[in-house]
């Protein structure tokens, strides 16, 4: 395991530059998830780790040591891919351990490590099979499996999971957990999934366009929000957004709105249904959706912003129903006109 800096990377194809100066530290044994819309460089800035892609300026070192002229081969990290990208004529086993052998290991030390590896991912009666016989989150593992047995300082994940089933994604995801303890390793992890990114990261990297909006714990992220960006991309439904200056909608006699707010944001879940004296909030319920364990229920304000409240299952509320919202004054969020997040 090792520890990852990036400083000052700047990404440019041809005369298109996609990143534009990402600093981040990574410490040894840290789980990292890299969060943000599609496009926005999580690929891009994974595999200039992995050095499959060159930088345009900056510097990455990885274990204290300034890599950016180090081949992909010599960096000590191992990446897995979203499309497995097994050698398709090969068997699980020769699969698991072609890295090895071109790196002239000794062969018991290889089948000690490929049997190692293959307990800890459950693939043992697979070796002989070749990637075709196998299932989605079967390959899956065999590409995990191939990234522990060369032992890397760093393991690079890009949308691993994007590719299985609801079911099998879910389970995945908590081995994947469960071998970050295991092992102990730095894990960097590419996801446009904000329940992976929660589960998994002790820390969360959300990008933007080529830059980094934030990074901090999940919790840190759900519950300070630097910005709107973070605050709309992280928690889902997301974050409803209101306009104080649109005095019809917000009771803002209930809200003690710092000076420099023009927005206030509240998330879903913390909305509670409320007497109209101590309402922060009202509107015309369009449609509920029952999930079993809540209801999901859309309004209208009016000045005709959608708002999402994720209410209890027993709130005798009817489509049509106009009604008041209120939430603890704890769960308020305001951002001034910069969209910055203000106290
Ligand atoms: N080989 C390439 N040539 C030109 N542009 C690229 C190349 N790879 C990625 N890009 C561009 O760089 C940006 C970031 O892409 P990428 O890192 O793949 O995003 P993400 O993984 O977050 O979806 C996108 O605008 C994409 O079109
Ligand atoms: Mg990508």
């Given at each position: 395991m090792a520890n990852v800096k990036l400083t000052n990377i700047y990404k440019s194809y041809d005369k298109t530059e996609v990143i534009h100066g990402v600093d981040l530290s990574i410490n040894n044994g840290e789980f990292i998830v890299f969060v943000g819309p599609s496009g926005c460089g999580k690929s891009t800035l994974l595999r200039m780790i992995a050095g499959l892609e060159d930088i345009s300026s900056g510097t990455i070192e990885i274990d204290n040591e300034v890599v950016n002229e180090v081949i992909a081969a010599e960096r000590g990290v191992a990446m897995v891919f979203q499309s497995y990208a097994l050698y398709p004529h090969m068997t699980v086993y020769e699969n698991m351990s072609f890295g090895l052998k071109m790196a002239k290991t000794p062969i018991d030390e290889i089948k000690k490590r490929v049997e190692d590896a293959a307990d800890v991912l459950q693939i043992n009666d697979y070796l002989e099979r070749l990637p075709k016989q196998l299932s989605g989150g079967q390959r899956q593992r065999v590409a995990i499996g191939r990234a522990i047995v060369r032992k890397p300082k760093v393991f690079l994940f890009d949308e691993p999971l994007s590719n299985l089933d609801a079911a099998l994604r879910v389970q995945t995801r908590i081995e994947i957990a469960k071998l970050h303890k295991q092992l102990s390793a730095t894990m960097i992890y590419v996801t446009h999934d904000q329940v992976e990114a929660m589960t998994l990261a002790d820390k969360i990297v959300v990008l933007n366009n080529g830059i980094i909006e934030q990074v901090g714990s999940p919790v840190e992220l759900y519950n300070t929000p630097r910005n709107l960006f973070v605050a709309e991309f992280i928690g889902s439904p997301k974050m409803n957004i209101l306009n104080l200056q649109n005095q019809n909608d917000?009771?803002?006699?209930n809200l003690q709105i710092p000076n420099n707010a023009s927005m206030v944001g509240v998330r879903p879940e913390h909305l509670i249904v409320s007497s109209e004296k101590e309402a922060k909030f009202h509107g015309d319920i369009r449609h509920i959706e029952n999930l079993g364990e809540h209801l999901l229920c859309y309004l209208n304000s009016s000045s005709g912003k959608e708002i999402i409240a994720k209410l209890d299952i027993n709130s005798n509320i009817n489509v049509n129903d106009n009604i008041y919202l209120s939430w603890d004054i704890s769960h308020t969020h305001f951002f001034n006109s910069k969209e910055n997040a203000v106290a």
């Open positions: 917000i009771f803002t006699h």
